[in-house]
């Protein structure tokens, strides 16, 4: 994926996967008496994916406990048919700087009963993206999600507990075990290969597992509201001690997460103990905001070698400047259960469509200026080399240069060949002039495989991009480089 794209769906996920922030607007409660304080709390609804502490307390401690200082305070008030009354309080404590939930159940004349403390999570602890969640499916049970984004995933675990609110107002842990990797594993169904899944399977009918104390480690999908998980097969390759397992993900839905998110297929690996070896999604899409991603055409050979294709769109300032609607690549990919259970990926071939660029139509597209303006977009790289492949724009009143070129991570410009231009006779322009880094950032090159060409798609030829930076613009029958990407 270019890393453009791939900039903007880890941040996308990023989004979708953190807590919710507090309501800015809320009631703001006083702590004088027990009865203004709670009447006047927000009463929260059963079932609540995302509990939102709404209303801000006038001090810095809960109701008559000052233990713990906060900087600021929140309190919500929880339903129950119950003789108590539950509040959830969450603040920064002072002291700390620790984001903090915790229970307090009281009497109706305002005794507290029992209190628990059931998140606390230290702002950047050592760099590490750890977030928290809690879910309200009924009014005596609390869920307590806790797991981890970006690099922080694979070196941590998620948890979740589930807090039992009794009766008499007082309140415990639930004490789960957590399942066997056997009885994870016992219904998942047997494969045949060769197989093969277009997209991700709508049916229902495979065996569905709980979130609840699973043997898999549902990471940062407990950002999103119910996912439902079934198991969808078991392949095991002979001579090696990991095997496969393809798991669909569905309903991944969040209140404050406002992208397009389709079902997904997950290709998971463990060896006969449960150790996962590694994870990649190999099926269905996501986006948000003129981006969107999707992997498709999953397969499995007879011998346990697999393919896909990742296609991403970039619906924003590329395609509006090119007057494309949008800037589509298209990547193939084959992947590889390594020894240790790790999924490896070998590039076969990427392709960056261009076929609707014509430059006139780009051109009027933007604002005319009369100076001279260079714009630049980085269209992505070559896989695994810190060779990066530009759309250059020189524009100076009615004349225009639209040029491909590939650059290197120091800036230095290795070949290019022009797409468009409209000039007056004799006029030569500068082109190539120093870069400023805050006119187009690069991001180092991500670690791949390449075993195959990438192409751009232009609407009568196609430029083929060499790992050391060489265009080479072709002339053959553009349809049937389409037709070979597709």
Same mark, same amino acid.
């Given at each position: 994926?270019?890393?453009?794209?791939?900039?903007?769906?880890?941040?996308?996920?990023?989004?979708?996967?953190?807590?919710?922030?507090?309501?800015?607007?809320?009631?703001?409660?006083?702590?004088?008496?027990?009865?203004?304080?709670?009447?006047?709390?927000?009463?929260?609804?059963?079932?609540?994916?995302?509990?939102?502490?709404?209303?801000? =307390?006038?001090?810095?401690?809960?109701?008559?406990?000052?233990?713990?200082?906060?900087?600021? =305070?929140?309190?919500?008030? =929880?339903?129950?048919?119950?003789?108590?009354?539950?509040?959830?309080?969450?603040?920064?404590?002072?002291?700390?700087?620790?984001?903090?939930?915790?229970?307090?159940?009281?009497?109706?004349?305002?005794?507290?009963?029992?209190?628990?403390?059931?998140?606390?999570?230290?702002? #950047?602890?050592?760099?590490?993206?750890?977030?928290?969640?809690?879910?309200?499916?009924?009014?005596?049970?609390?869920?307590?999600?806790?797991?981890?984004?970006?690099?922080?995933?694979?070196?941590?675990?998620?948890?979740?507990?589930?807090?039992? =609110?009794?009766?008499d107002g007082h309140h415990s842990w639930i004490n789960e075990k957590t399942e066997t990797f056997q009885a994870f594993t016992a219904n998942f169904p047997a494969l045949k290969l060769p197989a093969s899944f277009p997209e991700t399977p709508k049916s229902n009918a495979y065996p569905q597992f709980d979130m609840n104390n699973g043997w898999y480690d549902l990471q940062n999908l407990l950002g999103f509201d119910f996912p439902k998980l079934r198991k969808v097969g078991k392949v095991t390759i002979p001579g090696n001690n990991y095997s496969m397992y393809l798991i669909k993900v569905a309903e991944l839905t969040g209140e404050d997460y406002e992208g397009a998110i389709e079902d997904g297929l997950y290709l998971v690996t463990f060896d006969a103990n449960g150790k996962e070896?590694?994870?990649?999604?190999?099926?269905?899409?996501?986006?948000?905001?003129?981006?969107?991603?999707?992997?498709?055409?999953?397969?499995?050979?007879?011998?346990?070698?697999?393919?896909?294709?990742?296609?991403?769109?970039?619906?924003?300032?590329?395609?509006?400047?090119?007057?494309?609607?949008?800037?589509?690549?298209?990547?193939?990919?084959?992947? #590889?259960?390594?020894?240790?259970?790790?999924?490896?990926?070998?590039?076969?071939?990427?392709?960056?469509?261009?076929?609707?660029?014509?430059?006139?139509? #780009?051109?009027?597209?933007?604002?005319?200026?009369?100076?001279?303006?260079?714009?630049?977009?980085?269209?992505?790289?070559?896989?695994?080399?810190?060779?990066?492949?530009?759309?250059?724009?020189?524009?100076?009143?009615?004349?225009?240069?639209?040029?491909?070129?590939?650059?290197?991570?120091?800036?230095?410009?290795?070949?290019?060949?022009?797409?468009?231009?409209?000039?007056?006779?004799?006029?030569?322009?500068?082109?190539?002039?120093?870069?400023?880094?805050?006119?187009?950032?690069?991001?180092?090159?991500?670690?791949?495989?390449?075993?195959?060409?990438?192409?751009?798609?232009?609407?009568?030829?196609?430029?083929?991009?060499?790992?050391?930076?060489?265009?080479?613009?072709?002339?053959?029958?553009?349809?049937?480089?389409?037709?070979?990407?597709?």
């Amino acid at each position: 994926m270019p890393i453009r794209k791939y900039a903007a769906i880890m941040l996308l996920l990023f989004m979708a996967c953190k807590p919710a922030k507090k309501k800015e607007t809320g009631n703001v409660v006083s702590l004088e008496n027990f009865d203004g304080f709670v009447n006047n709390l927000t009463l929260l609804h059963v079932p609540t994916a995302n509990v939102y502490i709404w209303d801000t =307390i006038t001090a810095q401690y809960m109701f008559m406990d000052s233990s713990v200082s906060f900087k600021q =305070i929140h309190a919500v008030r =929880i339903p129950t048919t119950n003789d108590f009354i539950p509040v959830l309080y969450n603040g920064e404590t002072a002291e700390k700087e620790a984001d903090t939930y915790i229970l307090a159940t009281y009497t109706k004349q305002g005794k507290l009963i029992q209190k628990t403390d059931l998140l606390s999570i230290v702002s #950047a602890r050592n760099g590490i993206s750890l977030y928290g969640k809690l879910v309200l499916g009924s009014d005596s049970v609390i869920e307590v999600r806790r797991y981890y984004v970006g690099d922080d995933v694979a070196k941590n675990k998620s948890s979740i507990r589930r807090l039992l =609110i009794q009766k008499d107002g007082h309140h415990s842990w639930i004490n789960e075990k957590t399942e066997t990797f056997q009885a994870f594993t016992a219904n998942f169904p047997a494969l045949k290969l060769p197989a093969s899944f277009p997209e991700t399977p709508k049916s229902n009918a495979y065996p569905q597992f709980d979130m609840n104390n699973g043997w898999y480690d549902l990471q940062n999908l407990l950002g999103f509201d119910f996912p439902k998980l079934r198991k969808v097969g078991k392949v095991t390759i002979p001579g090696n001690n990991y095997s496969m397992y393809l798991i669909k993900v569905a309903e991944l839905t969040g209140e404050d997460y406002e992208g397009a998110i389709e079902d997904g297929l997950y290709l998971v690996t463990f060896d006969a103990n449960g150790k996962e070896g590694g994870r990649m999604q190999v099926a269905g899409g996501e986006g948000e905001e003129g981006y969107y991603t999707s992997w498709k055409d999953f397969k499995i050979d007879s011998s346990g070698s697999m393919h896909m294709i990742e296609e991403a769109s970039d619906g924003t300032e590329i395609g509006y400047s090119l007057s494309i609607g949008s800037f589509n690549t298209t990547m193939n990919k084959d992947i #590889a259960l390594e020894k240790d259970g790790s999924l490896s990926f070998t590039v076969t071939g990427l392709d960056m469509d261009l076929t609707h660029f014509v430059g006139d139509s #780009a051109y009027k597209t933007n604002d005319r200026a009369d100076t001279i303006e260079n714009s630049y977009f980085e269209l992505g790289n070559y896989p695994g080399v810190n060779m990066h492949i530009i759309l250059h724009t020189w524009t100076e009143k009615s004349d225009y240069v639209y040029e491909i070129f590939t650059m290197d991570e120091h800036y230095k410009i290795v070949d290019a060949i022009t797409l468009a231009s409209k000039l007056a006779p004799g006029k030569q322009p500068d082109l190539h002039v120093k870069i400023e880094q805050d006119k187009l950032y690069i991001a180092p090159a991500t670690k791949m495989k390449m075993n195959g060409q990438v192409k751009i798609l232009l609407k009568d030829a196609f430029i083929t991009v060499g790992a050391d930076g060489k265009l080479t613009k072709n002339t053959a029958d553009i349809a049937a480089a389409v037709a070979e990407a597709k």
